[in-house]
Structures are given as C-alpha cells and as structure tokens.
C-alpha cells in the first residue's frame, strides 16, 4: 500500500510528503468538518534536507511519499520548524529510521522537542539570521516566535525563493489538490479567516511586525510552503493571503454586530431576538448565534468581522449557562481589540449571569455600548422596549466608532 503514496512536486528542487487527514473533525477544540493536513516537505540539494514530519498515525504516509523521490536513508538532515506534535509526532521515529547527520530547530524548539519527547535527541539549534548549505542550495532561518508557539520558525530557500512558513498563511482543510489556485477562492477565505481567528488571533501584533518584516525588505518570495492546507504559489494569491492577514490582524472596527446567547425557556432567546431588531432598524447588520447551533469555532471566526459583540444567558446554578461560559472563555484566550458590547438575560430568582458577563465583557476590554437588560422569568413588553433600545444603542455607538 506505501507505494501508492506519492510525493508532490512543488518546484525543481522541493517535494510536498505530507498526510491528508480527511477524517478529524476537531483540533483541540477547534471544528474542522472539512478536515486538515499535515505539511511535510523534501528539498532535493546536495544534502537532501527534510522539513518537518507529521503527526504519529501518518508516518507510514510520510515515509512512502518520501520513498517516491529517494531511499529515506539518503536524507542528510531533518529541520522542525515546529515542536507540536502535529508536525513533529514522529520525528523521534524519522531520526531513528533516517539517522540524519543532524536535526535544526529553534532554540525554543530543542528545548520544546526534548522537554515532549523527555531527551535523548540530538538537536542543533539555530536562530534568526543563521544559514545552513546544503551543498548546492542554502537555507535560512527566521524566528518567530508565538506564531503560534515560542518555538515556531520559518525556513527559506533563497535559490527557490520558497518559504515554508510553519502554522502561518496555513489553513484545516484537506484537499487532493496541493495549489491553492486549484481550489475555490470562497473555501479558501472562509477557511484561511477561520484557521486566522482560532490559532493566529492573539498574536496580531506580532503578525503585524512580521508582515512588515516580509513584504517591505523582506525575502523574495515565489511560493509560500505551510504546515497545514495548500501552497500558494501565483504572485496574486501571495499578495492576497499578506492582505488578508494585515487586515484581520489589524481589527479595525467593522460596521457589523453578532449577538451570542443561549438560552433555557426562551426567555433569553426572545430577547435577543429583539436586540437585533433594534440594531438591524439603524441599517447595521447583525447576526444571531444560538450557542445550541453554533460552535465555539465558529463564533470566533465571525468576531473578525464584527465590531459589536452582544452577549446574553440566563442564569443557572448562581451562574451563566454553560455553553456561555465556554465561549467567553475561549474568546478571551483569543483577545479580539477594538470591540464594544452589551450584556442582557433572564432568570428565574438569584440573577448572577449578567453581571459574569459584564465581567467578561470588562476583562476583554469590550467597551460598553448600553445598559444591560435583565428580566426575571418571561419578558414583558417594557423588557422587549429596553431589549430594543439596547440595540438601537450599539448600533449608533458603533456607527459613530466607525466613521471616527
């Protein structure tokens, strides 16, 4: 069955021999219904050089598609540009079978790598600025560190103008096709943004000094390598995929609301019902999310494109529903800026979930767009006047914020 794996060739010198995962559905909290890969790629030099592996069920995948190119035993180096063990799940197997005259990662990574795999391997550790020959060819290394990991890098092959650029530019998505001009332009959006909000978004600042680093006097660049999803390899879609990534990076206020809830008897459902009607009369768009049909996942990609996040639950055991508490938690991990918000909900005697969420809206640095409104057990029409005022409120405020 190994024989059947084939590498792909990317450029004259570079072979893709990563696994597609067509079956995870989840990464690390993360929904990925449309799957994921594993990069993997070969650089054919003088001293044939592999760049990260793969995660530990793929290593036959791995290593048939190296055998497609050239015996495993020929490769004279291995570089982790990554220590997560998506991309190094079966390095100490590849070290043992490969016996490789050395292994490079960052400084961060060896230590990373040793601490996971608990010693024992033999890593050269390399930082920014350092060039390895690979007889004919030389490689480069960037780091860059908390995108998304303190061990993360980038590897460059000058000669190729390639850049295998680790979890960055990356995407879930597994696909047959390797290019991303072979795939449809609104998959790669949607799911490129997505993978941006879950995995990249704390880290925007760095994102910023990082683009700045490669589009200004930065590298040439020809084809963009990641560990996950397609290559971009056409000028436009380069182009296109930096743009992308200054602006989610940048999170400038977006004339748009999302209103997340969940609710018990449908009090608090009501309600949010008519917040966004009171927000959707000013001409803002909004949308709602139930927590019963959307995903953590989900509601984080969305709030890239939002600039008013209005939260609602009812109250449950002295707190606020369940579903709420694990959303806010996440987004707060994620820290989206430039937001403001409002809080509202129902309960039936002690009343607590507003004012959590307030508190998560405070500790998000969310500012506050109007008065929360709480209404004990059902609402009444005074309840659904305030509900209405409340979005009419965010509305203007965010209306004022983005034309400031």
């Known amino acids: 069955m190994g024989a059947r794996f084939q590498a792909a060739k990317i450029t004259d010198t570079v072979y893709w021999v990563g696994a597609v995962d067509y079956t995870t559905r989840d990464f690390h909290g993360y929904l990925t219904p449309r799957g994921t890969s594993y990069n993997a790629y070969l650089v054919m030099a003088d001293k044939i050089t592999l760049i990260d592996t793969v995660k530990a069920p793929f290593r036959d995948e791995l290593f048939a598609r190296i055998s497609s190119v050239v015996n495993p035993k020929d490769i004279s180096y291995i570089i982790s540009n990554h220590a997560e063990m998506d991309h190094s799940g079966c390095l100490p197997e590849a070290i043992d079978l490969i016996r490789p005259d050395k292994v490079f990662a960052s400084v961060k990574g060896v230590k990373a790598l040793n601490a996971h795999f608990r010693g024992g391997l033999e890593l050269t550790p390399v930082k920014t600025g350092d060039t390895v020959s690979l007889g004919n060819r030389d490689i480069a290394f960037i780091e860059t560190p908390m995108l998304h990991w303190p061990d993360s890098m980038f590897s460059y092959l000058p000669d190729e103008r390639v850049l295998f650029s680790n979890d960055a530019f990356g995407m879930h998505l597994a696909s047959s096709k390797r290019f991303a ?224």
Request: hydrophobic fraction near 40%; charge should be negative.
């Open 181 to 404: 001009n072979e795939i449809d332009h609104t998959v790669l959006k949607f799911e490129g943004e997505k993978y941006y909000a879950n995995i990249i978004l704390p880290y925007s600042n760095l994102v910023l000094k990082l683009l700045d680093k490669v589009t200004a006097d930065g590298p040439a660049i020809d084809n963009i390598l990641p560990d996950h999803g397609p290559i971009w390899r056409r000028a436009d879609d380069i182009a296109q995929v930096f743009s992308q990534y200054r602006t989610w990076a940048t999170q400038a206020p977006c004339c748009r609301a999302m209103i997340v809830y969940d609710t018990m008897w449908q009090s608090t459902d009501r309600m949010a019902r008519v917040i966004a009607e009171g927000i959707a009369g000013t001409g803002v768009e909004v949308s709602l999310h139930s927590l019963k049909a959307s995903h953590r996942s989900d509601i984080a990609k969305e709030i890239l494109d939002c600039g008013a996040l209005v939260i609602g639950s009812p109250t449950i055991n002295n707190g606020m529903f369940p579903t709420m508490a694990d959303v806010l938690s996440y987004l707060k991990g994620l820290r989206p800026r430039n937001l403001i918000g409002a809080a509202f909900g129902s309960y039936g005697w002690s009343g607590e979930a507003t004012g959590l969420l307030e508190g998560y809206l405070t500790d998000m640095g969310i500012e506050k767009a109007g008065e929360t409104v709480t209404t004990q057990y059902a609402p009444d029409d005074e309840t659904f006047e305030r509900c209405y005022n409340l979005g009419r409120s965010v509305a203007e405020t965010l209306i004022r914020k983005c034309d400031e």
